[in-house]
């Protein structure tokens, strides 16, 4: 079974800082997506980034972007340019590329940013 | 706008009693899902449907049925049998095959159960 891991419970930075959110998983699976979900205080999940495992390509999405270390089964979360609105709880996720596309996810990360 | 709409926001259930959670989608998606959400363990997964008139199980079903009878709709119940009920719930729902990957997920807003 995959297992996804977020060790870092809560952090904290200033605006406009740069901070990155550490996830490594579990997998025996050569062929699998991971995700980035963001949520806010209102709780509605958004999808922040995706990445293929397939790609050795680091995806972006503006200030958003990702390390992905496939050996290393890591797969950290880099916000630039940090802003109040990115205050959230984050949740990595893995899902396998064959047969039900279930989303596994991590415990999440609270990140507050303060002005 | 098509979306997920999960009801009721709040619900509350005395012990020993059923509850129903609905999830009703109108995005044409074939899958549907059910995370359940405590503080410091992320979100678990309840029960999953690929296709009408069939799910299966998730990492943590015990205590909780479901039914899918149409492709719009996937309730939830708590039965008595869910010994900690008190949590969120999140649905989801997402096309099968690629899509599900290159698009992820689309979840409600969530119904917080409470037992009193």
């Known amino acids: 079974a995959q297992t996804v891991t977020q060790s870092q419970p809560e952090m904290s930075v200033q605006e406009a800082e740069t901070v990155t959110l550490s996830c490594t998983y579990d997998?025996?699976?050569?062929?699998?997506?991971l995700f980035w979900y963001k949520q806010p205080p209102s709780r509605q999940m958004i999808l922040v980034i995706r990445?293929?495992?397939?790609?050795?390509q680091n995806a972006t999405e503006n200030r958003f972007s990702v390390n992905f270390q496939k050996a290393a089964k890591s797969f950290s979360l880099k916000i630039s340019d940090s802003q109040l609105g990115d205050t959230a709880m984050y949740f990595c996720?893995?899902?396998?590329?064959?047969?039900?596309?279930?989303?596994?996810f991590g415990q999440g990360t609270r990140l507050t940013i303060n002005p | 706008d098509g979306g997920i709409t999960q009801s009721p926001k709040y619900l509350f259930r005395k012990e020993g009693q059923n509850v129903t959670l609905s999830c009703e989608q109108n995005?044409?998606?074939?899958?549907m899902y059910w995370y359940r959400q405590d503080p410091g363990q992320g979100l678990r997964l309840i029960y999953y449907?690929?296709?009408?008139?069939?799910?299966q199980k998730g990492d943590i079903a015990e205590g909780y049925s479901v039914s899918r009878e149409k492709k719009e709709s996937f309730p939830l119940t708590v039965t008595s049998a869910q010994k900690n009920p008190t949590a969120f719930y999140l649905c989801?729902?997402?096309?099968?095959?690629?899509?599900?990957?290159?698009?992820?997920?689309?979840f409600g807003s969530g119904t917080r159960l409470t037992v009193v």
């Open positions: 990445q293929e495992a397939y790609k050795q």
């Open positions: 995005l044409n998606h074939d899958a």
């Open positions: 449907s690929q296709i009408v008139n069939d799910f």
């Open positions: 989801a729902s997402s096309v099968t095959g690629t899509g599900g990957a290159d698009y992820g997920y689309t």
């Open positions: 996720a893995f899902m396998k590329g064959q047969g039900a596309q279930k989303l596994v």
């Open positions: 997998t025996s699976e050569n062929n699998y997506y």
